[in-house]
């Protein structure tokens, strides 16, 4: 199987395109970031609207 042949899905937090690993081979479904950075940078549910410096 050819690299260009692996799916593809889209960063939840970057927005750029990253592809199937062997290691994430049994969760894919249930990936949603490009790497642990991504993760951790991920938007939290808590929202701190009004809390910004204008």
């Known amino acids: 199987m050819k ?3 692996l ?3 889209t960063c939840a ?3 750029l395109p ?3 690993r062997k290691k994430w081979a049994k969760v ?3 990936v ?3 790497s642990d950075r991504c993760r ?3 938007p939290s549910a808590k929202s701190t609207t009004g ?3 204008q």
């Open 51 to 53: 809390t910004s410096c």
């Open 28 to 30: 894919w479904d249930d």
């Open 40 to 42: 951790r940078a991920r």
């Open 32 to 34: 949603r970031y490009c």
């Open 18 to 20: 990253f592809t199937w």
């Open 3 to 5: 690299k260009s042949d």
């Open 13 to 15: 937090t970057c927005g």
């Open 7 to 9: 799916p593809q899905k």
